[in-house]
């Protein structure tokens, strides 16, 4: 009788620790599902930002151009792996695009412009909050996958760990910041 209850309870395991991979795997695709909505909404933003600013831009041309096939290979890309790529490739090229703005008063003035910068801005915000509960979703199934005993389980019915969504190498580095406003002059 005692070997029944202990054939029972390892079923029951066996049953639950699968169910709850299932659940995991399934919340990481969701939670990219989320980070593709909001990749497709910046995606479509770009052309019409890029194409409000041409005109005020036309030293920046490097930018634009850095921006728009950053896009492209962000749209095309096959892979997960290659799409992170690109996406943090068109995260910088977009921070750069921001940051340009700066050096030019008539296109922070213009209503379209701050419109589709504010829009921007908004996106890449839900983009940061979908990707936050992307990795924490992946954390769970990969702590879950590499923990005795539900590794077994994992490797025995082809769970594979997942891919963080990283920034880029080049964002990793923290910025210089200057708080020099300028040499002292001495007092008389």
């Known amino acids: 009788m005692w070997f029944l209850g202990i054939i029972v309870a390892i079923g029951a395991w066996l049953i639950l620790s699968y169910n709850s991979l299932v659940r995991l795997r399934n919340e990481v695709e969701g939670s990219w599902r989320q980070i593709d909505v909001q990749l497709k909404r910046r995606h479509d933003l770009i052309p019409n930002l890029v194409e409000a600013v041409k005109g005020y831009m036309q030293f920046e041309r490097d930018t634009l151009t850095q921006v728009v096939e950053a896009r492209g290979k962000a749209i095309s890309a096959t892979t997960q792996s290659a799409r992170l790529d690109a996406e943090n490739q068109l995260t ?67 769970f594979h760990a997942a891919e963080y969504f990283k920034i880029a190498t080049e964002d990793q580095a923290l910025p210089k910041v200057d708080l020099a406003l300028g040499t002292p002059t001495p007092r008389a």
């Open 92 to 158: 910088t090229g977009l921070g750069r695009l921001l940051a340009v703005f700066e050096n030019y008063p008539q296109l922070k003035a213009d209503q379209n412009v701050m419109n589709l910068q504010e829009q921007l801005t908004t996106t890449e915000n839900q983009l940061s909050f979908a990707r936050q509960a992307y990795n924490d979703v992946v954390l769970q199934l990969n702590t879950k996958i590499q923990s005795f005993p539900t590794n077994i389980i994992a490797n025995q019915f082809g």
